[in-house]
């Protein structure tokens, strides 16, 4: 007997990609396991009950949705309800995101699945393909390759501080804005109207980051590293203040998910010294990264803080050969979490691996990789680029000093269209923070106005 589960959940499949599935790509998708033949008598079930189509023949067969035809009100409708994202998607990862995207009442409860991490074998298996470890290598080279390691994590220090700290913090829900950042980390400044706890976020992120960094020599894929990591990052923010740095000893459940972690102490001990185990086997260090990236949020083998943990624990393979860090830059926190959900829910990798090539390429652009397209344009900084001059030199001929910055920052953002206000932010952040007397002149700005602005910014 057919299971009606299956075949909603292959019709949902197909109908997430507007250019149809071939069954091998189906095969991938689904997040149930199932023979060929089966599928193929699956498919002929829905096909005869004409709820989705078939064109093709023999190995070029592709199988659509059969979407009944719609009035131009009602498609427009339908547009504005799909899921989308910022980021390009391969189309493996738009089949996922259109999944994880279904409410949470249309979806198939899941538990941890052990096979998972188990199945993996270390540099016979990868998450990351061969060509894509090329370009995250070409992404990734910096000068200071053949120095010791960390040596150029430490250079980018206190930029890395701040990059890494409010885009880790930002991805979990934190409302500072990059200059509120800066103003924390280097000058011990909260700003009023944020709450202590995205403060106490921010300043964890800053500590912990230290710790990678200035022990390069002693951090590594061990107990040591990660428990105290997690210590750093959780400190003064759990209910229970002696779960920092311990493992979790009872069940969890994720937010907006249908996904229940592992529950059982042993096992997960057991699992969270497997991952360790196996990554310290894999030889290349971005498959290393995006390994920990996956499995350790999957784990959940703390109270909290455990994607936390993942994403600053990525770069600790990046640090050892001096490859640009990931620090997260302008990645959509919607996307991410989808991505996650991939994970959680359906074991697919596609959606978050979409995720973290297009996240390492920014990041490692933002810290001068050598890359050949790397002095092209930004094509939103241009379309911004009289906005952009505007605020900036508003703000330095007014003298503003870095509390009142952000303000009129994220009030003239507000102006631009929702899904560019963001970005323009942090921009505008960015260039302020990197403005120098070697540069401010292309803001139409005179040598005392900054002379007086600069005065006034870093007291």
């Known amino acids: ?30 997040p149930f396991q199932i023979e060929k033949r089966a599928l193929q008598r699956r498919l002929k079930s829905l096909r005869e009950k004409n709820l989705i189509l078939m064109k093709g023949e023999a190995r070029s067969t592709r199988y659509y949705a059969n979407i009944p ?3 131009q009100d009602s498609k427009s409708i339908k547009s504005t309800e799909e899921p989308q994202s910022t980021i390009p998607l391969s189309e493996e990862g738009k089949a996922i995101l259109a999944l994880v995207s279904h409410p949470e009442i249309q979806k198939t409860p899941a538990g941890y699945v052990r096979s998972f991490l188990e199945n993996y074998r270390p540099n016979s298996d990868s998450f990351l393909s061969k060509e894509e470890k090329q370009k995250l290598a070409e992404w990734g080279k910096t000068k200071d390759n053949e120095q010791p390691a960390g040596t150029y994590a430490r250079e980018i220090l206190n930029r890395l501080l701040i990059d890494l700290s409010w885009n880790s913090s930002r991805l979990e829900g934190n409302t ?30 800053k ?36 779960a920092s740095g311990r493992l979790r000893t009872f069940g969890v459940g994720i937010a907006n998910s249908v996904f ?7 096992l997960i001990e057991e699992s969270f010294d497997l991952i360790l185990a196996k ?7 971005f498959e290393q990264a995006f390994f920990l990236l996956v499995q350790l949020p999957y784990l959940q083998p703390f109270d909290d803080v455990n994607k936390r943990v993942s994403r600053l624990a990525a770069n600790i393979s990046l640090n050892r050969h001096n490859l640009a860090p990931l620090s997260f830059v302008d990645v959509p926190e919607q996307t991410y979490i989808k991505g996650m959900l991939g994970i959680y829910e359906l074991n697919r990798i596609e959606l978050f691996k979409d995720v973290f090539l297009w996240a390492y390429e920014r990041s490692a652009m933002r810290y001068a990789a050598i890359r050949q397209s790397l002095g092209e344009p930004d094509p939103f900084r241009m379309k911004y680029r009289e906005e952009i001059r505007a605020i900036v030199n508003q703000i330095v001929c007014n003298a503003t000093e870095k509390e009142n910055a952000s303000e009129i920052v994220e009030s003239e953002a507000k102006k631009l269209p929702e899904i560019d206000r963001s970005r323009f932010s942090e921009v505008v952040e960015t260039e302020l923070l990197e403005l120098h007397e070697g540069n401010f002149v292309r803001y139409r700005i005179k040598p005392s106005e900054f002379s007086a602005w600069k005065k006034k910014w870093d007291f």
């Open 176 to 205: 500072y804005s990059l200059l509120d950042t800066e103003l924390l980390i280097h000058n011990g400044k909260a700003p009023s109207n944020k709450s202590p706890m995205e403060t106490q976020m921010i300043l964890n992120h």
């Open 207 to 242: 500590e912990a980051i230290e710790f990678l960094v200035e022990s390069s020599d002693e951090v590594g894929f061990n107990r040591y590293t990660f428990l105290n990591l997690h210590a750093l990052l959780s400190n003064n923010l759990l209910p229970n203040p002696a």
């Open 69 to 71: 035809e719609q009035t």
């Open 1 to 30: 007997m057919v299971n009606r589960d299956e075949l909603q959940l292959i019709e949902e499949t197909i109908a997430s990609s507007s250019d149809g599935l071939g069954i091998e790509q189906l095969l991938r998708l689904l």
């Open 260 to 266: 229940t972690p592992l529950g059982i102490p042993q």
């Open 279 to 285: 990554v310290r086997q894999i030889e290349n260090p």
